[in-house]
């Protein structure tokens, strides 16, 4: 499945989260910058507003010090009067005193509160003198109603103010009030009264505008002098000088308010007049707040901001030690209006750049990121599948995406199928290749070392190799051959492999470096040699096979000259002695020729017995019996045995049945066996026992065993491989030619036996053959040869290049009364030819100069049919092509030495062929 989908809506996320998060951002921004702004001009308002107290301050202050240096002046002048006695005369005009309209008290106490209200008179002019703000200063005698003010009225003027100001003192209105400032403690601070009308207006003596519109603030404080109150001392402030300081206050928007202790307004910025009886300060500008819990800042630190009650920000400050109060009530509305006048334009730029940031990231989603993660989703896809819908400006993009997958898509099905060729090629490769690290550890293997060392493939991975595939022993000397020096192994390494299943096999290994991705890495190529060990036991032994046929070949070329040269002499012999016999038949000659005639054909069946060994011929067959070739064998060679000390033990099977077989042959082989074992126990000591063992019987297959068993020193192992070779003997040069045991082996494999060493009883050696039982064929008598009659049969012409042979030939073939013609090569053969026609030619077949098949070539073509009448004789037989050629021509073939009857009967043959070819000619 695609991850681009669940990508992208990650992606989208984030996006939408950043933006938001940027939002939440600016919008914590703004606030603390709004809450900043909001901060400072609340600062703002609450510094102006402390100044304006501080004006406020600064005219109480000075008004409350006046009335305590009028209370202090009052009693110490009462105190200077009363206690000296002399009034002060500072010559004041009695138009200073204002009065009740009758004087009351002693004489001496209204002479003393005259005397001391025209003395305080001219502490009112430096106290104004001090503090020009003050409206009015004034004391009036509490018990002789007596009163002076100040500044100085024209006289009339003032006289009127002092008069109204004594009345005042017992104007009900006023009367409760003074009353209860008179009775305040002697210590107690002065008092603020309400805001009261004064109708004066005009002006001092000095100019001086009394400016207001009557009403007025005072502060009063009685003085006591010996624990009584005498008098009360006062000033005057003017409302509308306090309005003004409330409203020249520096930041606007906000409304100060000054009030009493009882919460009575005094003055305010706002209002343009304050009632007589205003009353209580307003709660619902505090939001039903008491003035008093706005109380309690720190006047010397940093002003205080306020708190909001409602809609409006209040803060109150108290006058010094007096109750009075400074309300500032700012409008949050006012402030806001501040706040967004001066922050309006970054507000804007800070909303313009996040809707800017929107739109951005917008884009950048909606054109960017969507085509891209739809384009991502096509690449993880390779390009396959219907390709994602986006705008032109990624086409080109989304094109060369496909032609590049397209192009990827080939060259990986190219790759791909080169690995899975390359895969199954090293597959199906008969040796094991496998890959190794620097450590020598499996990183992979082919098929073939799978089924030779793991056959759970995955289970070999990993692990170290030379202990995968060799015993422990083995293990270390083929990690140190892997360990070698250059490209390549300089040869291959042979080594006893450990399989599945601990089967061991020998095989042989090679290596070769290679680097890929910068690793270093070992290629090994293991080779399971079983088979070829198999085929080098096989090729040597076909190598001995072939080396003992070429010793064959050597022994063939030899017995064939031999036989040659001495087929020649024995068919002499032989011949002579059978045509001696013939002639001396019925004398006392007649025994010692066939005796003679028997050697000799003795000797001939030898020669014949080596040419058939040598060219692996079948042999002469008949019934023998297998207890009298052993006979037969012990006639000849029992004397030898006899002379030489040794024991002949005979244990012969008289139930043996007669077989098919060369018995002259036979005989060879069983000779051969007793002179081997005469010789071998030739070597013992004297005193060691001497003896052969003949056995004859019938294994359970029904074959015939023949045993010779000897007691001698036996055959070693290291001989018994080589015991059966041609010209291999363990006798001394001179004593042995190394034939005798393979030519009984090929004597006993023609007859489809077998000759073999076997384990002797005791030690020694025991030859043991062994012969199938064949059926005895019933012996077919030659018709004995026609005696010759009288008159011709015919011309024969005999051909031989040995006199001796050509002769004897004659001889034999003289009974047969026919015209015989001698000669001794081929040349004269042909002459004779040339002169007259042949019944039959006798020709041999080797002769110097022209051989018997040139000749027969010859005169085949001089006279037509010659070449039908030849017959053919050989001591040969093992030459080149003689047998081939003769084949080819279809002629007979004599074998020398040969018998006289045997010759005249193949004469008699081609004689009668020719009579019978002459009678069909005739018909």
Same mark, same amino acid.
């Given at each position: 499945?695609?991850?681009?989908?669940?990508?992208?809506?990650?992606?989208?996320?984030?996006?939408?989260?950043?933006?938001?998060?940027?939002?939440?951002?600016?919008?914590?921004?703004?606030?603390?910058?709004?809450?900043?702004?909001?901060?400072?001009?609340?600062?703002?308002?609450?510094?102006?507003?402390?100044?304006?107290?501080?004006?406020?301050?600064?005219?109480?202050?000075?008004?409350?010090?006046?009335?305590?240096?009028?209370?202090?002046?009052?009693?110490?002048?009462?105190?200077?009067?009363?206690?000296?006695?002399?009034?002060?005369?500072?010559?004041?005009?009695?138009?200073?005193?204002?009065?009740?309209?009758?004087?009351?008290?002693?004489?001496?106490?209204?002479?003393?509160?005259?005397?001391?209200?025209?003395?305080?008179?001219?502490?009112?002019?430096?106290?104004?003198?001090?503090?020009?703000?003050?409206?009015?200063?004034?004391?009036?005698?509490?018990?002789?109603?007596?009163?002076?003010?100040?500044?100085?009225?024209?006289?009339?003027?003032?006289?009127?103010?002092?008069?109204?100001?004594?009345?005042?003192?017992?104007?009900?209105?006023?009367?409760?009030?003074?009353?209860?400032?008179?009775?305040?403690?002697?210590?107690?601070?002065?008092?603020?009264?309400?805001?009261?009308?004064?109708?004066?207006?005009?002006?001092?003596?000095?100019?001086?505008?009394?400016?207001?519109?009557?009403?007025?603030?005072?502060?009063?404080?009685?003085?006591?002098?010996?624990?009584?109150?005498?008098?009360?001392?006062?000033?005057?402030?003017?409302?509308?000088?306090?309005?003004?300081?409330?409203?020249?206050?520096?930041?606007?928007?906000?409304?100060?308010?000054?009030?009493?202790?009882?919460?009575?307004?005094?003055?305010?910025?706002?209002?343009?007049?304050?009632?007589?009886?205003?009353?209580?300060?307003?709660?619902?500008?505090?939001?039903?707040?008491?003035?008093?819990?706005?109380?309690?800042?720190?006047?010397?630190?940093?002003?205080?901001?306020?708190?909001?009650?409602?809609?409006?920000?209040?803060?109150?400050?108290?006058?010094?030690?007096?109750?009075?109060?400074?309300?500032?009530?700012?409008?949050?509305?006012?402030?806001?209006?501040?706040?967004?006048?001066?922050?309006?334009?970054?507000?804007?730029?800070?909303?313009?750049?996040?809707?800017?940031?929107?739109?951005?990231?917008?884009?950048?989603?909606?054109?960017?990121?969507?085509?891209?993660?739809?384009?991502?989703?096509?690449?993880?896809?390779?390009?396959?599948?219907?390709?994602?819908?986006?705008?032109?400006?990624?086409?080109?993009?989304?094109?060369?995406?496909?032609?590049?997958?397209?192009?990827?898509?080939?060259?990986?099905?190219?790759?791909?199928?080169?690995?899975?060729?390359?895969?199954?090629?090293?597959?199906?490769?008969?040796?094991?290749?496998?890959?190794?690290?620097?450590?020598?550890?499996?990183?992979?293997?082919?098929?073939?070392?799978?089924?030779?060392?793991?056959?759970?493939?995955?289970?070999?991975?990993?692990?170290?190799?030379?202990?995968?595939?060799?015993?422990?022993?083995?293990?270390?000397?083929?990690?140190?051959?892997?360990?070698?020096?250059?490209?390549?192994?300089?040869?291959?390494?042979?080594?006893?492999?450990?399989?599945?299943?601990?089967?061991?096999?020998?095989?042989?290994?090679?290596?070769?470096?290679?680097?890929?991705?910068?690793?270093?890495?070992?290629?090994?190529?293991?080779?399971?040699?079983?088979?070829?060990?198999?085929?080098?036991?096989?090729?040597?032994?076909?190598?001995?096979?072939?080396?003992?046929?070429?010793?064959?070949?050597?022994?063939?070329?030899?017995?064939?000259?031999?036989?040659?040269?001495?087929?020649?002499?024995?068919?002499?012999?032989?011949?002579?002695?059978?045509? =001696? !016999?013939?002639?001396?038949?019925?004398? #006392?000659? &007649?025994?010692?020729?066939?005796?003679? *005639?028997? $050697? /000799?054909? @003795?000797?001939?069946?030898?020669?014949?017995?080596?040419?058939?060994?040598?060219?692996?011929?079948?042999?002469?067959?008949?019934?023998?019996?297998?207890?009298?070739?052993?006979?037969?064998?012990?006639?000849?060679?029992?004397?030898?045995?006899?002379?030489?000390?040794?024991?002949?033990?005979?244990?012969?099977?008289?139930?043996?049945?007669?077989?098919?077989?060369?018995?002259?042959?036979?005989?060879?082989?069983?000779?051969?066996?007793?002179?081997?074992?005469?010789?071998? =126990? !030739?070597?013992?000591?004297?005193?060691? #026992?001497? &003896?052969?063992?003949?056995?004859?019987? *019938?294994? $359970? /297959?029904? @074959?015939?065993?023949?045993?010779?068993?000897?007691?001698?020193?036996?055959?070693?192992?290291?001989?018994?491989?080589?015991?059966?070779?041609?010209?291999?003997?363990?006798?001394?040069?001179?004593?042995?030619?190394?034939?005798?045991?393979?030519?009984?082996?090929?004597?006993?494999?023609?007859?489809?036996?077998?000759?073999?060493?076997?384990?002797?009883?005791?030690?020694?050696?025991?030859?043991?053959?062994?012969?199938?039982?064949?059926?005895?064929?019933?012996?077919?008598?030659?018709?004995?040869?026609?005696?010759?009659?009288?008159?011709?049969?015919?011309?024969?012409?005999?051909?031989?290049?040995?006199?001796?042979?050509?002769?004897?030939?004659?001889?034999?073939?003289?009974?047969?009364?026919?015209?015989?013609?001698?000669?001794?090569?081929?040349?004269?053969?042909?002459?004779?030819?040339?002169?007259?026609?042949?019944?039959?030619?006798?020709?041999?077949?080797?002769?110097?100069?022209?051989?018997?098949?040139?000749?027969?070539?010859?005169?085949?073509?001089?006279?037509?049919?010659?070449?039908?009448?030849?017959?053919?004789?050989?001591?040969?037989?093992?030459?080149?092509?003689?047998?081939?050629?003769?084949?080819?021509?279809?002629?007979?073939?004599?074998?020398?030495?040969?018998?006289?009857?045997?010759?005249?009967?193949?004469?008699?043959?081609?004689?009668?062929?020719?009579?019978?070819?002459?009678?069909?000619?005739?018909?």
């Amino acid at each position: 499945m695609s991850e681009a989908a669940p990508r992208g809506r990650r992606t989208t996320q984030a996006l939408v989260a950043a933006v938001v998060s940027i939002g939440l951002l600016l919008v914590a921004v703004a606030t603390w910058v709004v809450k900043s702004e909001y901060d400072r001009q609340l600062r703002v308002a609450a510094t102006g507003a402390r100044a304006t107290e501080n004006q406020i301050a600064a005219l109480v202050t000075a008004a409350n010090q006046r009335v305590l240096t009028l209370r202090s002046s009052a009693q110490y002048a009462y105190q200077a009067i009363e206690r000296g006695g002399a009034v002060p005369t500072q010559g004041v005009r009695g138009n200073t005193l204002g009065y009740r309209g009758s004087v009351s008290g002693t004489p001496a106490d209204i002479v003393t509160d005259r005397a001391v209200v025209e003395e305080l008179w001219l502490t009112l002019a430096g106290v104004h003198a001090a503090a020009p703000d003050i409206a009015l200063s004034y004391v009036m005698s509490a018990r002789t109603g007596f009163a002076a003010n100040y500044p100085r009225l024209p006289d009339a003027e003032h006289l009127a103010m002092a008069r109204a100001m004594a009345r005042k003192v017992f104007d009900p209105a006023t009367h409760q009030f003074i009353q209860s400032v008179a009775h305040r403690p002697e210590t107690a601070p002065p008092l603020w009264t309400a805001v009261y009308r004064d109708n004066y207006t005009g002006r001092t003596r000095a100019g001086r505008v009394i400016r207001g519109d009557g009403r007025l603030v005072s502060l009063l404080a009685p003085v006591w002098v010996d624990g009584q109150y005498r008098m009360m001392v006062g000033i005057d402030v003017w409302a509308n000088d306090l309005r003004e300081i409330l409203r020249n206050q520096p930041v606007p928007g906000v409304e100060l308010t000054l009030v009493d202790g009882n919460e009575h307004v005094i003055a305010t910025s706002r209002a343009a007049d304050i009632p007589l009886a205003a009353g209580p300060f307003s709660k619902a500008k505090t939001a039903g707040t008491e003035v008093r819990d706005f109380l309690g800042f720190d006047p010397d630190g940093e002003p205080p901001r306020g708190v909001l009650t409602g809609k409006r920000v209040v803060r109150a400050q108290a006058i010094g030690d007096t109750p009075l109060r400074v309300i500032a009530i700012a409008d949050m509305g006012n402030v806001t209006r501040q706040v967004l006048f001066r922050l309006g334009a970054l507000l804007a730029v800070m909303l313009g750049l996040y809707a800017l940031l929107c739109l951005v990231a917008w884009y950048v989603l909606r054109r960017v990121l969507a085509p891209a993660f739809r384009l991502a989703g096509h690449i993880e896809r390779s390009g396959t599948g219907t390709p994602p819908e986006v705008s032109r400006l990624w086409r080109p993009t989304l094109a060369a995406i496909d032609a590049a997958f397209a192009a990827q898509r080939g060259a990986v099905a190219r790759l791909e199928e080169a690995h899975a060729t390359t895969s199954a090629v090293l597959d199906a490769a008969f040796d094991a290749v496998v890959l190794a690290d620097a450590d020598l550890r499996v990183v992979s293997a082919n098929m073939a070392f799978t089924r030779m060392f793991a056959p759970t493939g995955v289970a070999s991975i990993g692990r170290p190799l030379p202990d995968l595939i060799a015993p422990a022993k083995e293990a270390e000397p083929i990690g140190d051959a892997l360990r070698f020096d250059g490209e390549s192994m300089a040869d291959a390494w042979p080594f006893e492999a450990r399989g599945v299943r601990g089967r061991r096999f020998p095989a042989e290994l090679q290596a070769r470096r290679l680097q890929q991705g910068g690793r270093a890495l070992i290629v090994v190529f293991i080779r399971d040699i079983t088979e070829r060990r198999r085929i080098e036991a096989e090729v040597a032994s076909q190598r001995e096979a072939l080396h003992q046929s070429e010793k064959m070949t050597a022994l063939g070329s030899l017995l064939a000259g031999v036989s040659h040269e001495l087929n020649n002499p024995l068919a002499v012999v032989l011949g002579r002695s059978t045509v =001696l !016999a013939e002639q001396l038949a019925g004398t #006392p000659h &007649e025994s010692a020729l066939q005796k003679l *005639r028997s $050697a /000799a054909d @003795r000797c001939g069946r030898i020669v014949r017995t080596f040419l058939a060994m040598a060219r692996r011929s079948a042999p002469e067959r008949s019934a023998v019996d297998i207890n009298a070739l052993v006979n037969d064998a012990l006639e000849i060679t029992g004397y030898g045995l006899r002379t030489a000390g040794i024991e002949l033990v005979l244990d012969l099977d008289t139930g043996l049945p007669g077989t098919s077989a060369d018995g002259d042959q036979l005989v060879q082989v069983v000779i051969n066996l007793l002179i081997n074992a005469q010789h071998a =126990l !030739a070597a013992l000591p004297d005193c060691a #026992p001497r &003896e052969v063992r003949i056995e004859t019987a *019938r294994d $359970a /297959a029904g @074959r015939i065993l023949l045993t010779v068993r000897d007691t001698g020193p036996g055959v070693p192992d290291a001989v018994r491989r080589r015991i059966f070779e041609p010209f291999f003997t363990t006798k001394p040069v001179g004593e042995g030619t190394g034939m005798g045991l393979s030519v009984s082996r090929g004597i006993v494999e023609a007859h489809e036996g077998a000759l073999e060493l076997v384990s002797g009883a005791g030690g020694g050696a025991a030859f043991r053959i062994t012969l199938p039982v064949e059926p005895v064929a019933p012996v077919r008598t030659r018709q004995a040869p026609r005696p010759a009659t009288g008159g011709s049969r015919g011309r024969i012409l005999i051909v031989d290049d040995e006199a001796d042979v050509a002769e004897l030939i004659e001889e034999c073939l003289r009974p047969l009364g026919a015209a015989i013609r001698v000669v001794h090569g081929g040349e004269a053969a042909l002459a004779e030819i040339a002169a007259g026609w042949f019944d039959v030619v006798v020709c041999d077949v080797r002769m110097a100069g022209m051989d018997g098949f040139e000749t027969w070539r010859r005169a085949t073509a001089a006279r037509a049919g010659q070449g039908e009448r030849f017959l053919f004789l050989t001591g040969d037989i093992l030459a080149g092509d003689t047998s081939r050629r003769a084949a080819e021509i279809g002629r007979p073939v004599i074998e020398k030495p040969f018998d006289p009857a045997e010759i005249r009967a193949a004469v008699e043959a081609v004689l009668a062929e020719a009579s019978a070819s002459e009678t069909i000619e005739t018909r």
